[in-house]
């Protein structure tokens, strides 16, 4: 069984950073495309960075120039460091990974994690 935990959320002021880390456990063979979502109260879930195995990346518009998508495929982890953070950036934040395990290729989801932005 395959496991994305998510954890670095929290609560921070305007202007501040966190950084979010996604690991993957469990019996796989490896890692393909990982990504970055978030969903805002009554909002849909959207994309904001994702990163492929060799590390090219693509960022949502309202994220460019402020976070940064990277990943270690020795350790299975993905970062996201998050600068210059706004309020309009508080929501549940959620890995996701594209897995190679025994029954072929899934995608799988973490459970997500808290970043709220205080004004």
């Known amino acids: 069984q395959v496991q994305l935990v998510e954890s670095g959320g929290g609560l921070v002021q305007a202007g501040g950073t966190l950084t979010l880390s996604c690991i993957v456990s469990g019996r796989f063979f490896g890692t393909n495309a990982m990504a970055w979502y978030r969903q805002a109260p009554g909002k849909q879930r959207e994309l904001v960075a994702d990163i492929t195995r060799n590390g090219n990346t693509n960022y949502a518009d309202f994220v460019k120039g402020r976070f940064t998508i990277s990943r270690d495929n020795v350790r299975n982890t993905m970062y996201l460091q998050m600068n210059s953070l706004k309020p309009e950036d508080t929501a549940v934040y959620y890995c996701?990974?594209?897995?190679?395990?025994?029954?072929?290729?899934?995608?799988?989801w973490g459970q997500g994690t808290q970043v709220t932005v205080s004004s």
């Open positions: 996701k990974a594209a897995i190679f395990w025994a029954g072929g290729l899934d995608d799988y």
